[in-house]
């Protein structure tokens, strides 16, 4: 994984020795967010000449002619809310000046460490500072998905019944101590009643079957409903999946609210209405949404964080491991997953938080105990059956079907998305969430495999049978001969359950293309673990019959065995659940780990493995993106993926600005504009920053500053310095004074600028390969690029410049980009 490189600057105050003056933690945050690069220069060379004088005498020969304002001058934390208003909405950051920032600021809290005793304590704090906060958000993350859990579960079994002594049991817990408790709602406890029941009418007549009918459909649209109109009212970001937002923000772009207090609050209510309202879809998408959300907010604790946004993005790396972690109950496969799929700056230290996240968000979801058993995995298997080379076949095959299978969904749901997204569907949200969730839950009811909680689905199919399991799924002819250990002929109850599989795999396909993408919170996760389990089941169940039939016949006779099972259904439907998934989202390593943990399944790693890669091959060779990289592009998120690779041969003269026929950059000059002119420019202008040349006839390239920098810093010198007027110049860089040009008595005071002035700017000639531009940005996060040719500058590129070059190049319409 790439990550932005770091810069090497020195601090320097303005006034007398600021540094000394620090005096609480608030302060060192407002210095090292604020102060100023000095590009490489010491202090003492930093007055020109290579002359050391001391600061106070320094200050002395200038504050007469001048007036010198810096960074540190100047609040630019807005207050409290810190270094996130640095940057506006849908903007990206500075990965070289915020990572810059850091190091000074580490710097000076080496100084007081050596000052005092204080000193030390602060420092000593603000090593564990990183540990501690992920380990709050840890504990955050967990407690919330065991609260989502809980809900989750109370609420999918209110749609069938209720437990009349305890209300707020579920089903499992409300027969706990039953025999006779199963997976649909005939063979419920007596202690859970029906609703039909409920009412009177206990009879199994067609009159309770639709009254049940009625009562499923009404509270599946109840809750829809509700949480498309929670989602509508309160926090219109706690919709969708959430992944691709946060894939987008780790690479460094800013979406003011996506993890605010209100979208953790909603999107945690949402999903457990979303979720049992019987639609297509899971919550284990979300949970990475809201795992951030509760590091966005505990970030903000520790300024260090709060105030820093690339740093930020490390505990926000660390939250998003610890989301799949408390998803699935699978710490290494939310590291993994963090590393592989969602974060886009991801050092060595970084690893190690987001293990120590996923470790203590594991642990605190165990010790809520959601799953009601003794173990922390969701789908746990009981079987250690092993598995034969020659099987590798049919789990290619499955591989095979995953992969099509997510290629042939990406592009339809794509599709839909974007007439959703730009055409008339997209006015009506509610309307539209609540026609889904009626055609589902109308379609749904009648098959019992549809009807049922997804995972409750997905545990069946991954499961063996044993001796006392009663469901169709298990309905095999045995004998004295034929017991519950070897393979058996099957029974009508398979041959029937499997032609409701086959409809329920249709039926999950369509509707979850028209389900994903809807304004409610909703995973993809479960509903394609549910079609690959279900292609799984089916095979396995196809292949078990073949060799029941023909055990004696080549291959058969080489692996089975009396007495043991020849082909364990249960494993087939695992691996096609691993296929199905790896060709939505192109995961490989992250999904092998998480289907290991989700399952206890070691044994099959190989398997795993097959399935995963084959899958992705597959699908790759079909549409190059999974679903994620689809929608960052569908929304126009500035996105720049580090798997992609650029092979056009263009140059960065092809690519910068301006472009012929288009208005001039506008530019300052290091010592000729008044006050009045740079203010008239940073109001006519919405850039990010200006370049600054040597005068408007020589455009030797001098410096870049940033907009807000430079606004602020005027604005802080009318405020409070005097004789600043509209007619002062401005100096970008040192002024030399000698005896020929000395300022006269009557001209107003000089406003220095060299202190908000990046004096070394990134830069690279008109002729530079686009490869190595590409590159540059994707490694050094940066924002633009300054184009020269023989130190003229000539022109700009941007992330935005980049993207729509690339986008145009795809043939794809390179003005849908939402940043600045």
Known sequence: MTSPATTSSFIVGSGADWAAAIESDDELEAIETDALVNNGESVGQFWGGGTSLPMRQRKSQQQRSTVTVGVADVDLTGGQDGAEHQYADFDTIDWLRDIGRHRRRNRE????????????????????????????????????????????????????????????????QCCWSANDTGFDDEQACAQWYTWAELVGNKNKDAGAYILRYVLYVFWSLLFALLAAMLVRMFAPYACGSGIPEIKTILSGFVIRGYLGKWTLLIKSVGIMLSVSSGLSLGKEGPMVHMASCCGNIIAHLFPKYGRNEAKKREVLSAAAAAGVSIAFGAPLGGVLFSLEEASYYFPLKTLWRSFFCSMVAASVLKLVNPFGNDHLVLFYIEYNSTWSVLEIGPFILLGIVG?????????????????????????FPV??????????????????????????????????????????????????????????????????????????????????????????????????LAVGAIAGRVLGNLLEQVAVSNMEAFPFRLFCRVGQPCINSGLYAMIGAAAALGGVTRMTLSLVAIMLELTGGLQYIVPLMIAAVTSKCVG????????????????????????????????????????????????????????????????????????????????????????????LAIEYSRKHEDGIVSESLVYFTERLTHGGDARRSDQPPELKLRRVVDLSPITVTDQTPMEVVLEMFRKLGLRQTLVTHNGRLLGIITRKDVLRHIEYLHNIDPHNLLFN
């Not at 998905?145 to 579920?170: H, P, Q």
């Not at 749901?413 to 997209?426: A, M, P, S």
């Not at 009807?451 to 997905?458: A, K």
């Open 109 to 172: 809290v080496q100084r007081r460490r050596r000052v005092n005793y204080r000193g030390r304590l602060a420092a000593a704090f603000d090593s564990v500072s990183g540990w501690l906060c992920v380990g709050l958000i840890a504990v955050a993350a967990g407690l919330v998905a065991g609260v989502v859990d809980i809900g989750t579960n109370w609420m999918s079994d209110l749609r069938s019944g209720i437990c009349v002594e305890a209300f707020w049991f579920n089903k499992e």
């Open 620 to 711: 790759e060779a079909i549409t190059k993106h999974g679903i994620y990289e689809e929608h960052v592009r569908l929304n126009g998120y500035p996105f720049l993926d580090n798997k992609d690779e650029f092979t056009h041969t263009t140059i960065a003269a092809d690519i910068m600005r301006p472009r012929p026929g288009e208005p001039a950059l506008k530019l300052l000059y290091q010592d000729s504009m008044t006050v009045e002119a740079v203010e008239r420019l940073l109001t006519n202008s919405d850039v990010n920053g200006f370049p600054i040349v040597v005068s408007e006839h020589s455009h030797y390239l001098v410096g870049f500053v940033t907009k807000q920098e430079l606004a």
């Open 431 to 528: 309307a539209e969430v609540l026609a889904v969730t009626c055609v589902t839950a109308l379609l749904a009811f009648p098959n019992p495999y549809t009807r049922m909680n997804t995972s409750q689905l997905i545990k069946l199919l991954f499961s063996k049978c044993g001796p006392e399991d009663v469901n169709e799924l298990c309905d095999y002819k045995r004998n004295t001969t034929n017991d519950f250990s070897g393979s058996a002929p099957a029974g009508p109850g398979i041959y029937s359950a499997m032609w409701k599989l086959l409809l329920a795999f249709g039926f999950k396909i369509i509707v979850t293309i028209f389900t994903f993408g809807i304004k409610v919170p909703s995973g993809l996760f479960i509903p394609s």
């Open 403 to 427: 992969g099509v299978f997510g290629a042939a969904f990406i592009r339809a749901n794509v599709w839909v998305c974007r007439q959703r997204k730009f055409g008339r569907l997209g006015q």
